[in-house]
Nanobody
Framework: VQLVESGGGLVQAGGSLRLSCAAS????????MAWYRRTPGKQRELVASISSGGGGANYADSVKGRFTISRDNAKNTMYLQMNSLKPEDTAVYYCNEFVPTEYWGQGTQVTVSS
């Protein structure tokens, strides 16, 4: 199993980023998937999840209305469009199944400056 996150970077508050998660070694199309984030000293936070077919999504209250999760099962790839970014969104972002497995990628760093 391999999960590879990309798309992070440094952005000013109010800016946007689009994260990607490329999955291999799993039957991606039947898995409910999710984005998580972790900041130093804090527990991992579930940011958003998406149903296997992409028709249903859920968001943490802290990102609702600003982030959009999507997926392309033909490409085994999941996305997180992040708009109106805030400094408190600064974290390392990871993807995994909604019920997370032991297989975590390296994550992608998102830093939002004020």
């Amino acid at each position: 199993v391999q999960l590879v996150e990309s798309g992070g970077g440094l952005v000013q508050a109010g800016g946007s980023l689009r994260l990607s998660c490329a999955a291999s070694g799993i039957t991606f199309s039947i898995k409910r998937m999710a984005w998580y984030r972790r900041t130093p000293g804090k527990q991992r936070e579930l940011v958003a999840s998406i149903s296997s077919g992409g028709g249903g999504a859920n968001y943490a209250d802290s990102v609702k209305g600003r982030f959009t999760i999507s997926r392309d099962n033909a490409k085994n790839t999941m996305y997180l469009q992040m708009n109106s970014l805030k400094p408190e969104d600064t974290a390392v972002y990871y993807c995994n199944e909604f019920v997370p497995t032991e297989y975590w990628g390296q994550g992608t760093q998102v830093t939002v400056s004020s």
